[in-house]
């Protein structure tokens, strides 16, 4: 199992940058898919971005691609998504999840949750 921990949101004007962090522990971190997902308010979750165990496959969302970009550091147990040209739509609560999957995209094949961190774009 494998525990994670958000940090890195916050207020920024549209056009801003972001970069999240989540920190994990556990053993068999570095076995896992990572992921970003988001839940802006009245919505349902959604993938943002994934990440391969060794680092060398990603995956975005088309509303996201080109402008973030996800990132891992196994020896510090780490996941970042640097979040570059941000849109007020970019508006939620960012979650960081590991599935043992490695092409999913699904919600619900994400566990392991953090317990997310707010980024609020203004226009």
């Known amino acids: 199992q494998v525990q994670l921990v958000e940090s890195g949101g916050g207020l920024v004007q549209a056009g801003g940058s972001l970069r999240l962090s989540c920190a994990a522990s556990?053993?068999?971190?570095?076995?896992?898919?990572m992921g970003w997902l988001r839940q802006a308010p009245g919505k349902e979750r959604e993938f943002v971005a994934r990440?391969?165990?060794?680092?060398?496959?990603?995956y975005y969302a088309d509303s996201v691609k080109g402008r973030f970009t996800i990132s891992r550091d196994t020896a510090k147990n780490t996941v970042y998504l640097q979040m570059n040209s941000l849109k007020p739509e970019d508006t939620a609560v960012y979650y960081c999840?590991?599935?043992?999957?490695?092409?999913?995209?699904?919600?619900?094949?994400?566990?392991?949750w953090g317990q997310g961190t707010q980024v609020t774009v203004s226009s």
């Open positions: 999840a590991a599935t043992p999957l490695v092409t999913t995209t699904r919600v619900s094949d994400f566990g392991s």
């Open positions: 556990g053993r068999t971190f570095s076995r896992y898919t």
């Open positions: 990440i391969s165990w060794s680092g060398g496959n990603t």
